[in-house]
DNA sequence: GTCTATACCCGGATAGAC
DNA sequence: GTCTATCCGGGTATAGAC
């Protein structure tokens, strides 16, 4: 598992092989088939460590703090940006629900709930935010000379406040 | 140049190979590099193609609009959820900047520009919020039950007031 | 649990004849 | 411009021996 999440982290899903993983852990590959089910199990298992971490360091970012949303964003940004390729397996693809633990989806999503007011369309604008910030940045879309800083702050800003019409 | 549309749009990004798009034109798989030199030429054009429709596709949603970001919000997503693997092929990679026709990436992007005030933080953010939202609903990652045009209206109405603070 | 050997897919791209 | 033949790489996965 340790080695899989190497690969991947390291060298992106093309490096995220059963054969590379045979060889990381100095078995052949289809000596891996005895271990995993197949190829989906491991991406799940992957799936399931990175969600757990991340909900962990939001419930950790989000204590605490005097502005929550802001804190919160700063962390999503900085594990996001600390872990792109397991950030995009987690949230750049169709997440297999039926494969993971009952509630780990929305534990880790508690605290920007929360953040938001408990109010559900109110969270879903912010993520959507927050992921578009770090999607456009992992890609390289923004503009060269752009501030990806001020981008944070104003979307943070005009998402903390729902009074505001 | 069409039947590599044809491809993407029907299949993805992995029915988009060489020897599909030579079998979809009737020929052999090397006789496309009598016409393009590589894979690259292919999706550098097919980029070039989309961001110049999705540009006019903008312009003519702002003109004449009372609202202009929320008609920009809707054009965005109408256009994303039309054409998902083009709009991936766009958006959730490197832009291809030195092969692409000088100022198209900043036309493209002039709309938004305009109806964020001029304020380039302020559109980066409503840019990001309008992605993000796209690549959730179309990856699915939005729980079962979630209300996207909700999620939709609540991040345009905080993005459209700079005054609120 | 590990191995070798293998089956079966796919991809991009080139050489050289016509 | 098209063809055939081919080279190279990659991948998931299974069979069967040890």
């Known amino acids: 598992m340790a080695a899989g999440r190497e690969l991947l982290e390291e060298g992106g899903p093309d490096a995220l092989s059963m054969r ?5 852990v100095g078995i052949r590959a289809p000596s891996i088939y005895k271990h995993l089910a197949d ?4 991406e799940v298992a992957l799936i399931v460590d990175g969600l757990r971490e991340f909900g962990e360091l939001c419930e950790a970012a989000v204590a605490g703090a ?3 949303l802001a804190a919160l964003a700063v962390a999503y940004r900085s ?16 997440l297999p629900r039926d494969r993971l633990p009952e509630g780990l989806e929305a534990r ?4 920007l709930v929360a953040a938001a007011g ?5 969270a879903r604008a912010a993520w959507a935010f927050a992921h578009g910030m770090v999607m456009l940045e992992l890609t390289g ?3 060269p000379g752009a501030d990806i800083g001020a981008a944070w702050r104003e979307g943070v800003r005009a998402l903390a406040s729902p009074e505001a019409v």
């Open 66 to 68: 005097d502005d929550p």
């Open 108 to 111: 880790a999503g508690a605290p």
């Open 141 to 143: 879309r923004f503009p």
């Open 20 to 24: 590379r993983l045979a060889g990381r």
């Open 79 to 94: 594990w996001a940006v600390a872990h792109p390729h397991l950030y995009r397996l987690i949230n750049d693809r169709p």
């Open 39 to 42: 190829k989906e199990a491991l």
């Open 118 to 122: 408990r109010d559900p369309d109110r």
